[in-house]
């Protein structure tokens, strides 16, 4: 079962504009991962931010986690029209298990 | 990190016939894989864990007879869809753990069509 949810599940930007994605999950977990897809493809690797840690940063991307109240959040920062994409969250729990949010498909307009 | 491939990358098959997925790690030994069922505009679904030398483990509402698991070597996992219907038309995704790290590395997914 899906045990992340995230919002919003569309986002349109103009080149440009920071965006920001949120995710929340129900259980205890080890980290939270962040991926992208684009369509039709294999989901690519963004970020690990693990459950004692509260915010991480690569490049022009940063993650915040807040196990109390069991949401994270993606930020995207200057976005590229290359940036289009599905971005998913996922939690890991045990034995490297994931389990994936929803999705939020975002559009960046040049 | 870890690069994973999968073969095919696309098939088209008959409604009742068998279709064989591959997913090859191609540069580190993968005890553990994971197989994972995505329908059009839809989130990952956790099908079943591939475990090198034993049985695999199936997500609850995943039928083990349908979806035949095989991990025999550590660079190899098939996953075999039997007796193929249009339901089981889906983008079928791979990954494996990468070394000393909790990062999934995926392959580039199989789109199944059955007619």
């Known amino acids: 079962s899906q045990q992340g949810e995230e919002d919003p599940q569309a986002l349109s930007i103009q080149e440009g504009e920071n965006a920001t994605m949120n995710c929340s999950y129900k259980?205890?977990?080890?980290?939270l991962q962040w991926y992208r897809q684009n369509s039709g493809r294999g989901l690519v690797h963004l970020i690990l931010?693990?459950?004692?840690?509260r915010e991480k940063h690569s490049g022009r991307l940063r993650v915040t986690l807040d196990t109390s109240k069991k949401s994270s959040s993606l930020l995207i920062t200057a976005s590229r029209a290359a940036d289009t994409a599905s971005y998913f969250c996922?939690?890991?729990?045990?034995?490297?298990?994931?389990?994936f949010g929803e999705g939020t498909q975002l559009t960046v307009n040049p | 990190g870890a690069v994973v491939s999968q073969h095919p990358s696309r098939v088209i098959c008959k409604s009742g016939t068998s279709v064989k997925i591959e997913c090859r790690s191609l540069?580190?030994?993968?005890?553990?894989m994971f197989w994972y069922r995505q329908f059009p505009k839809q989130s990952l679904m956790l099908m079943a864990t591939?475990?090198?030398?034993?049985?695999?483990?199936?997500e609850q509402g995943v039928e083990k007879d349908k979806f035949l698991i095989n991990h025999a070597s550590l660079t190899l996992s098939t996953l075999t869809v039997t007796s193929a219907h249009p339901e089981d038309s889906s983008f079928y995704i791979c990954s494996t753990v990468g070394r000393g790290d909790y990062t999934q590395y995926f392959g580039p997914g199989t789109r199944l069509t059955v007619l």
């Open positions: 996922a939690t890991e729990t045990s034995g490297s298990r994931l389990t």
């Open positions: 259980t205890s977990i080890n980290n």
């Open positions: 591939s475990n090198e030398g034993s049985k695999a483990t199936y």
């Open positions: 931010i693990r459950s004692n840690e």
């Open positions: 540069d580190f030994q993968a005890t553990t």
